[in-house]
């Protein structure tokens, strides 16, 4: 199938570190995408990685893909209040032809001060 | 810069009433446009994407339908709306490319009555 599965929730207090986890299904995908969404608001490209790529890091966000288990993981360090939002992840379909991304069903993060 | 718009940010309409929802792009020419749709508490759901004026691919059977009158714009409509089609609707651009990075716009939040 197309699923791309998260876990429903994170709880974290603020200043500690938060990783949210995705598995995928397409083998195929040449990207992978984090997504943020704040309340009522539309998503936010937050990074994406490479297929070819282990690990990719900008400022307080580190992605870890390990391919053989279609593995995607988002570590947000220092988490704040403001990191309090939906985070997706998504990949592309590359061998439907299809030119869109699926997401994830969003993993909600709760910063707790 | 790119940038795009929707409208409404909310909308509340009876049922069996028809729906109209418009998104445009600025800022670049030729984009892959998408419609989400996205329930309560759940992930997106792809309703549409377009990859050229008059072009439009259905992902799932359902009371709405779109149309891409020109380049930058994309309509989402329905003649009668129906209860379950409440929910938040998002509209989305891509460059066409492998990266299918997709841009959101700020959501319409759509309640029937």
């Known amino acids: 199938g197309e699923d791309v599965e998260q876990s429903l929730f994170l709880s974290v207090r603020e200043g500690d570190s938060s990783v949210i986890n995705c598995t995928y299904t397409?083998?195929?995908?040449?990207?992978l995408y984090w997504y943020k969404q704040e309340p009522g608001a539309g998503l936010q490209l937050l990074t994406y990685i490479f297929s070819n790529m282990d690990m990719k890091q900008d400022q307080r966000l580190t992605v870890l893909l390990n391919k053989k288990d279609k593995h995607l993981s988002l570590r947000i360090a220092d988490t704040q209040t403001g990191d309090s939002a939906i985070y997706f992840c998504a990949e592309n379909l590359m061998d439907t032809g299809r030119r869109a991304l699926t997401f994830g069903s969003g993993t909600r993060l709760q910063v707790q001060p | 810069s790119q940038t795009i718009h929707q409208w409404p940010a909310t909308l509340v309409q009876p049922v069996g009433s028809p729906l109209s929802l418009e998104c445009t792009v600025e800022g670049t020419s030729n984009p892959n446009l998408y419609w989400y749709r996205q329930a309560a508490g759940r992930g997106l759901q792809l309703l549409f994407y377009s990859v050229g004026i008059g072009q439009i691919s259905s992902e799932v059977p359902q009371n709405l339908s779109a149309s891409r009158p020109q380049d930058r714009q994309f309509i989402l409509s329905s003649k009668k709306l129906l209860l379950s089609d409440s929910g938040f609707y998002l509209c989305a651009w891509s460059v066409f490319g492998i990266n299918t990075e997709a841009f959101f716009g700020q959501g319409t939040r759509l309640t029937v009555v």
């Open positions: 397409d083998s195929s995908s040449t990207y």
